[in-house]
C-alpha cells in the first residue's frame, strides 16, 4: 500500500509539472519582427502574424487557448500602438481559432464560408456561449479585399489542401503572403482529409498562390521563408500525392508504402511538438493519409451542401 501512495503521488507531481510546464509554455511568445510594420509572434499553436495599419492592427490566426487570444491581442496593441481591428481565422483547427474568445466582442472576424461552417458543425462544443460572439462574422468564398488606410490585405481561397476551406492573405505593401496551415515549413503538415483536405489538389492549390505580387511567406508553422520555400514544400506534396497515386494504381498495401523509402522530398522535415511532446504528425502520417486519399478510403465529417 505504501509503494501505490509512493507511486500515485508521483503520478500527481508528474502531472502537475507538466501542467504548469505547458501553462509556462502558453504564456510565452518569440516575436519576429519582419518590417517597420509586419511581426510574427510564435507560441503553442504555431505562428501568428501582426500588421499594423492607420485603421488599426490586424492579427492573423489566434493559436490554441483563449489566454493566449487575450495575450496576443495585448502583444499586437502593445506591438503597433493601435486597437485590433481586424482577426483572421486562416482555417477552422483549433490551433488557430481557440484563442479567438480572448478578444474583444464585436472585433471583426474573416474566415472563408467553410471554415465558419467546420467550426459550427465540427467544433460546436467550444463556441457556444459567449464564445460564438468571436466566431467569424465576415465570410467570404473566393476572395475579399480591405483597404485600411496605408494597406491593402487580400484574404484568398485558392483551393483544397490542408483543409477545403483555408485562405491565404496577402499583404501587398509588405511584399508578403501569409500561407496558414497550407505550409508547414520543414515540418510534416496536418492532412484533414475528413473536413475536405486533400494531398492531390495541394500543389495546385500553392500553383493558384504562385502569380500573387509576393516574395515574404510565412507560414501556419515553421519559420519565415520566402518563394524558393513555398516552392520546395509544393514539390514534397506533389511527390507525396504521386506517391498516393502509385500505391492505389499498384494495390500497394498501407504497411508497403509506409515502409517503402521512395518519398524524398522530406530531407530535413520534423515532427510537430506540442510543449515538447510528438503529437503524430510525422513521415508515416503524411504517407498514410496519402494513401487513404488516394484509395479511397475517406468520410467526411462537414460534407458541403449539395447545389
Not at 33 to 41: A, G, N, P, R, T
Not at 52 to 67: A, E, L, W
Not at 143 to 172: A, M, Y
Request: with cysteine.
Amino acid at each position: 500500500m505504501t509503494f501505490l501512495k509512493r507511486a500515485a503521488g508521483l503520478i500527481v507531481l508528474l502531472i502537475a509539472v507538466f501542467v504548469c510546464y505547458v501553462i509556462w509554455n502558453v504564456r510565452s511568445f518569440e516575436v519576429e519582427q519582419l518590417s517597420e510594420d509586419l511581426y510574427v509572434i510564435r507560441g503553442i499553436g504555431g505562428n501568428t502574424t501582426v500588421l499594423k495599419t492607420d485603421q488599426g492592427t490586424v492579427v492573423i490566426d489566434s493559436m490554441t487557448f483563449p489566454m493566449q487570444g487575450k495575450l496576443i491581442r495585448k502583444q499586437a496593441e502593445e506591438l503597433t500602438g493601435r486597437e485590433v481591428a481586424l482577426l483572421i481565422n486562416t482555417h477552422y483547427h483549433l490551433d488557430h481559432t481557440h484563442g479567438n474568445p480572448g478578444f474583444e466582442p464585436g472585433t471583426a472576424v474573416v474566415s472563408t464560408e467553410r471554415t465558419l461552417s467546420h467550426l459550427k458543425a465540427l467544433d460546436a462544443d467550444f463556441w457556444d456561449g459567449d464564445a460564438a460572439l468571436l466566431l467569424p462574422n465576415d465570410t467570404f468564398s473566393d476572395r475579399k479585399q480591405f483597404d485600411l488606410g496605408n494597406k491593402t490585405i487580400s484574404v484568398i481561397h485558392p483551393g483544397r489542401g490542408h483543409t477545403d476551406g483555408d485562405l491565404v492573405v496577402l499583404l501587398e505593401q509588405e511584399n508578403t503572403m501569409v500561407m496558414g496551415d497550407l505550409f508547414f515549413n520543414k515540418h510534416y503538415p496536418n492532412i484533414d482529409l475528413e473536413a475536405g483536405g486533400s494531398v492531390q489538389a495541394w500543389p495546385t492549390t500553392i500553383e493558384n498562390v504562385l502569380p500573387e505580387n509576393f516574395e515574404r511567406v510565412i507560414p501556419g508553422h515553421g519559420d519565415t521563408t520566402d518563394r524558393l520555400g513555398l516552392l520546395g514544400y509544393q514539390r514534397f506534396m506533389s511527390q507525396l500525392a504521386m506517391l498516393g497515386e502509385l500505391a492505389a494504381n499498384n494495390d500497394t498495401s498501407l504497411d508497403d508504402m509506409v515502409a517503402d523509402q521512395a518519398l524524398t522530398a522530406d530531407a530535413g522535415y520534423t515532427a510537430i511538438k506540442f510543449a515538447g511532446i510528438p503529437i503524430g504528425l510525422d513521415r508515416k502520417f503524411v504517407l498514410r493519409r496519402a494513401w487513404e486519399e488516394a484509395t479511397g478510403n475517406v468520410t467526411l465529417r462537414n460534407p458541403p451542401a449539395s447545389k
